[in-house]
């Protein structure tokens, strides 16, 4: 039983960051189609912005593995 | 780069300007800030044109502007450069212009009133071809009326041809054969006295008469075939004629007019720059900002040309000067490509690095460590070194493949190392064993080793920016920086003590020293360094994702193997894998890009780049930028979207 909730646990961890990051980078990245639309210039600044979020999935990532293998 | 001031007498400036175009390289400050001191200010003011060269300048904008519609008349050819020097003949060009300017849009309104019945007669032009060939098969007798009409298809003519009562007692033929455009055109030969049930019939079956010109109604189907054909020949000769007679003149007359435009364009942007001179009651000055390295040779041309009336002078740059100096790239050949990435942030400003070569070093060596595949190294070496051919003209692309091939040695380095090819292939069907480690089973020690490279990356982005900040005498912000270094070495030694890497005996001193140099934190850096700091710690965890999307890379191409295998059929294994192994490789070479892109934009660049700075914008003639570059007017415009690093420049 132990083995499953680890497994959920870990499902969770990286699951929940995954969809916040997509929903942040839609939003980011739907506005920033925008501005590039009037300004091709700030493209550099939206990779940034849109890059931004994905720090949550990755802290999720390591937090998953630490559930996984460092438990 | 250097702060220069060009001094001569006040009849010079024109000349003056005319060799700081051709040399190309002063880029001039349209202000006097920072070049005349408080105490000349009053007797230095703007050079205000005299009403000769307001006329000069109406009459050239005039004159360019009647160009223009020269050459927007003439065709384009290749024409030869012109032997005559424009500016002795001014005048008289100016003169010719006007002539030839009304000759030509007399030929241009004659050659768009051709082109434009050559297009009305041009939906005729495929009836009458096959019409004709009709007519010649047939014999023509004045006793019988024609109808010609077009049909979609061999169906049509076969219920036309039903239809067709007359065919039955001869007094009336359909002769029908295939048109240029694909639909069939029919020919029905009729006695007088049926040719108007005829048509009543076609009316009544949706298969209408072919309809010619009203002004031709009067005519016989025969005159108006024949007149129509004789019209498209007439107005194709007639635009062959009118094309000769254009394109003889602009053979004849283009090279000149070309030379006049050339020296029409230089001497309005010198008027134009001539703007952005000062002036005393005797003298000009002209201030800006060049290469440190073109100085002498723009010294040298001034003093050969005006015999030591004109003067060129460094002036000492000041730290309140250094926002204001224009910046442009200037990197080795091997970082050139590398400068794309660059572009797509704002220009640095000054006193801060140009990370083209920081981007050069660690973004492939990323993208190694990310794709690290041996197979799928060689796959990008050999697509991009095929494809290399291909992108001659198009300078983005050739630099894409070029960071492509130093990306793909770098993988397959590292899929050595990692023992990788085409994921576990290698290790199964070629026996390669990992060099280093074998990262689908060692995940946390890969874990440690990518955040070991984000402490790395970041404590030099830091020291960079302490490097920085104590160029620009900013002494708080230089002690931020360097806390930050400290505070994260102290941390992550406390982190590795607590695994237990290091003594536990090193817990306590640790502990104590980061507590007693919090207070030095929070006065140095305010309310804000605490968070600074847990943005660094932030930033250093983000580079997991080296390990992450590397592990994802393998596990792709692991699955393609299986999935080839589980076939049980070798070709139909070769394709499933094939194509699983091409969609990874596609995925694998798009995220350890874009990743690797993240990680300097965001994590590295943000500790020392401070951007802002000026774009470089040397005066000079195209012609002269495309002999530097040897690329493209558009390409550049883009070119001109480069500065130097401070250290190469000052």
Redesign the interface.
Known sequence: MDTVWIAFAAALAIGLPAIATAWAQSKIGAAGAGSLAEKP?L???V??LV??P??MV??G??VA?IIL??G | MSKVEIVGPRQLLGETLSLVRQEGDLHIEPSAVGFVDDIHKQEVHSLLPDEKALFEKIFLEEFESKLHNLFACLPPAMIRESYLSPRPIIDTVSRTLDNHLAMCRSLCDKRDAIQHDLLELSGYKSFLSSVSTLLDKIQLTPDLDYIGITLKDEKSVDILRNNLNCLADASCELFTMPAEDGAMVGLIAATKNISQTIRSLLSQKQMPEFKFPESLQTMTFIAKVEYLQKKIQESEKALQTVEAELEKFTHRWGPMYQAAHAWVREQLSIIQVSAFSFETAMCFFIYGWMPAEKVTSLSTSLQRNFAGSVVLEEIEIRTEDLDRVPVFLQNPQYFKPFENFTRLLPLPSYTSFDPTPFIGLFFPLFFGLILGDAGYGLIVLLLSSLSTRLARKNKLFMDALSILKVCSLYAIIFGLLYGEFLGNFGHNVLGIKPLLIDRQKNIIPMLYFAMAVGLAHVTLGLTMGFVSALRRHTKKEALVKLLNIIFIFLIVALIITFIGFFPELMTRPLIISILLLCPFLLFSGGLLAPLELLKNIGNIISYARIMAIGLTSVLLANVANQLSGLTGDIILGLIVGGIIHLISIIIGVFSSSIHSLRLHYVEFFDKFIELGGRKYRPFSSNQKKQNQTGISDSESKQQEKLYERPSQSS
């Open positions: 210039e493209s550099g600044t990779i940034i890059a931004i994905e720090t990755i802290l990532f390591v593995v293998l460092g």
